[in-house]
């Protein structure tokens, strides 16, 4: 079994859905929990990161973390063209020093949000 | 902002040669660097870690003679893929963590292609 599960997809919708994006962990020591978005052949790019249960908001972006379910998830309200990417969840097992950057991903979900 | 510059962005070799990619932090200190491999379709997987002037921490399953990492100054961390074999053939990243900040930044990967 994989630390990180994640739903390869692809997931298509149309422009102004909304969209959940969800991973699932085995390992409940991990502590702090991000979302990257990834374009073709490009580094991943942070979107959000959470260390506690509970949900946090930026813009048209919520993560919501369920550490008793170890279970996370992404929504993306009023999805746009310019979101498709490869979105990826991404867990570390402490919020600073070198384990801070010591990630362990999920496989990626290819999102493609049409017109 | 910081940024994580990495070269280069591909690069295509013959088989049994030696192939060197280099990660630079630009505008912060570099304590900490990461190298990731990621192959189509599958999650970045952690190589190694390095951390500057010391030798890398490898990864189970990573083979420390072939990917030799250096990290010898604050700015600048190399990973040479040692006489290369078209399994090798993989996009790799390295991201990093220093100061001020701490926080994490990649770089734009390498896209490595051996005939």
């Known amino acids: 079994q994989k630390e990180v599960e994640q739903d390869p997809g692809p997931l298509s919708v149309p422009e102004g859905a909304i969209v959940s994006l969800n991973c699932t962990y085995s390992?409940?020591?991990?502590?702090?929990f991000m979302w990257y978005r990834q374009y073709s052949r490009k580094g991943p790019e942070l979107l959000m990161y959470t260390y506690s249960s509970g949900n946090k908001e930026d813009g048209r972006f919520t993560a919501q973390v369920d550490k008793s379910s170890k279970y996370i998830s992404l929504f993306i309200r009023d999805s746009q063209p310019s979101d498709s990417a490869t979105y990826l969840c991404a867990m570390s097992l402490n919020a600073g020093g070198t384990s801070y950057g010591k990630l362990t991903f999920g496989q990626g979900t290819i999102l493609t949000v049409h017109p | 902002g910081a940024v994580v510059s990495q070269h280069p962005s591909w690069v295509i070799c013959k088989s049994g040669t030696s192939v060197k990619i280099e990660c630079r932090s630009l505008d912060f200190q570099a304590t900490t660097m990461f190298w990731y491999r990621q192959f189509p379709k599958q999650s970045l997987m952690l190589m190694a870690t390095s951390n500057e002037g010391s030798k890398a921490t490898y990864e189970q399953g990573v083979e420390k003679d072939k990917f030799l990492i250096n990290h010898a100054s604050l700015t600048l961390s190399t990973l040479t893929v040692t006489s290369a074999h078209p399994e090798d053939s993989s996009f790799y990243i390295c991201?990093?963590?220093?100061?001020?900040?701490?926080?994490?930044?990649f770089g734009s990967g390498t896209q490595l292609s051996v005939l």
């Open positions: 991201s990093a963590t220093g100061f001020p900040g701490e926080k994490l930044f």
């Open positions: 390992n409940s020591a991990f502590q702090y």
